[in-house]
């Protein structure tokens, strides 16, 4: 059964940075689009989730979001089964619960689960809170 459990949330000043880890098990990066999407605290009811980044095999590139785009950066190591989320210049726009999500062997590219699809993966972790103090 895959599993996904986020870690590295937490209090950080405006300005900072934080590093978001993400372990996946259950299975492998072969065929697969991992993303990070954020939520407000509080708006789980909304359903919505923000796209931040994503990448498949499937697409040549990565996606961020428009407004996160210098300051974000997906990574991963694929011996450990994690993907990573750094985030430079942190301000407080970006308190949310992160949540790392997969989908096994996809239809469609990173860009289109983060772009607004965020509802066709089929695997979510439980979230991590990121609280941005000014």
């Known amino acids: 059964e895959a599993q996904l459990v986020e870690s590295g949330g937490g209090l950080v000043q405006a300005g900072g940075f934080l590093r978001l880890s993400c372990s996946i098990s259950g299975f492998t990066f072969d065929d697969v689009t991992i993303g990070w999407f954020r939520q407000s605290p509080g708006k789980e009811r909304d359903g919505v989730r923000e796209g931040v980044s994503c990448f498949s095999l499937a697409d040549v590139g990565t996606y961020y979001a428009d407004s996160l785009k210098g300051r974000f950066t997906i990574s991963s190591d694929n011996a450990k089964n994690t993907v990573y989320l750094q985030m430079h210049s942190i301000n407080p726009e970006d308190t949310d619960v992160y949540y790392c999500?997969?989908?096994?062997?996809?239809?469609?590219?990173?860009?289109?689960?983060?772009?607004?699809?965020?509802?066709?993966?089929?695997?979510w972790g439980e979230g991590t809170l990121v609280t941005v103090s000014s």
């Open positions: 999500a997969a989908e096994e062997t996809p239809d469609y590219g990173g860009s289109y689960y983060c772009g607004s699809h965020w509802y066709g993966m089929d695997y």
